[in-house]
């Protein structure tokens, strides 16, 4: 304890200093990122710009602490804010999911969901009486970084269309395959917005409600997908788009409007639109067509210019996850590692001690 009291009240240098505030507006993206994804209330989140490297030089001038114990600090508190806003999120779901399933669902169905969320939290809470703090910490700070790298149906498209080329119509293979190219409509159908005439669209339903700022919020009660088959002219050839289960990305919102509790929102798919598809080439008989890939369970379209978009910023995205994971490794190396201070010295040993995890401990 003497050891990390020197450590926080060690004399520091002006160049110290001025390496912490510049080294603190790199952490202010990682609160801005928190803040959004867990804590979307606290607006604006670019007072944490202006806030942190303040929160650095008051520490040091007025109580004479290390901006590099600041530093640690904030980091430590970051992971704090990123658990416990993970652990309330998860627990919003889950009784908001019960809500809404209330009124569908039989009273044994709602008891057994309630009991399950008790069973989760009295877990979480077990774990930190019987285990060791640190190690639960690292453990939820690995679950956030698997949580960066997941997969879902959005991710795989774009990783898919990264990687696939672009295949054209007339030689295309059978199987998995990306092509682009003009949308041509075969049967149209008419929108649930102002009844216009489209190949497909997206129809989300959100409910409307007040924060605490009274500030409106919402919550997504439906998000279907209704699409007839069309053709894809990409100049070589026409090819037939047989869209059953079918998804959209990223169109663009064509009507919306509100009324006291929800939004109604739609996005068209129109024709003569330039597309990006991602599905499965088959053959039955002399017709050629396009349906879902049910192997990688993969079948969705998304405008060229907003794929094109995204491939321009991917590696900016890219650098920056890389950047967080090996940033809340460190943090998780640091938390079960023993801080001595000497002199001018810091010395981490890793001493994660796996006798905390004995099963003995639970029955002493």
């Not at 303040?54 to 804010?81: D, K, R, T």
């Not at 919102?253 to 509100?258: A, M, N």
């Not at 809340?328 to 001595?340: D, G, K, P, V």
Request: proline share 3%; net charge positive.
């Amino acid at each position: 304890m003497q050891e990390l009291t020197q450590f926080i009240f060690k004399e520091s240098q002006l160049p110290e200093l001025i390496f912490a505030v510049i080294f603190s507006l790199g952490v202010a993206i990682f609160y801005s990122v928190i803040c959004a994804t867990f804590y979307k209330e606290f607006k604006p989140a670019w007072l944490f710009f202006a806030l942190l490297p303040l929160f650095v030089i008051v520490s040091n001038i007025l109580f004479n602490i290390h901006p590099f114990a600041v530093i640690l600090f904030l980091f430590l508190l970051l992971v704090l804010l990123t658990i416990i806003g993970g652990v309330l999120k998860g627990v919003k779901s889950s009784i908001d999911g019960i809500k809404k399933r209330s009124k569908k669902e039989t009273l044994p169905k709602i008891f057994l969901d309630i009991i399950k969320y008790l069973i989760l939290v009295a877990s979480f809470i077990a774990a930190f009486i019987y285990f060791d703090t640190a190690i639960i910490i690292v453990i939820f700070v690995l679950l956030f970084v698997i949580k960066l790298f997941s997969s879902s149906n959005t991710k795989k498209f774009l990783n898919l269309q990264a990687s696939l080329p672009t295949s054209k119509i007339k030689s295309m293979a059978m199987g998995l395959v990306e092509v682009s190219g003009q949308t041509i409509m075969q049967e149209p159908m008419l929108s649930r917005i102002e009844k216009k005439e489209c190949i497909g669209y997206r129809y989300k339903i959100e409910r409307k409600s007040k924060d605490r700022d009274g500030k409106t919020k919402y919550s997504t009660i439906s998000n279907e997908v209704v699409c007839n088959n069309f053709l894809l002219d990409d100049g070589t050839a026409q090819v037939e788009i047989v869209a059953d289960d079918i998804d959209f990305l990223w169109l663009e919102e064509t009507d919306s409007y509100s009324s006291t509790s929800k939004r109604y929102t739609q996005y068209l798919l129109y024709a003569n639109q330039s597309i990006i598809l991602i599905g499965k080439a088959n053959s039955d008989a002399n017709r050629v067509f396009i349906e879902k890939e049910p192997i990688k369970n993969i079948f969705m379209l998304a405008p060229n210019n907003s794929v094109g978009q995204w491939n321009r910023n991917k590696p900016l995205l890219n650098n920056f996850l890389a950047y967080l994971a090996v940033l809340f490794l460190i943090i998780a190396f640091i938390l079960i590692s023993e801080i001595n201070v000497d002199g001018d010295t810091i010395n981490l040993k890793f001493n994660l001690s796996w006798d905390t995890l004995s099963i003995t401990k639970l029955f002493e």
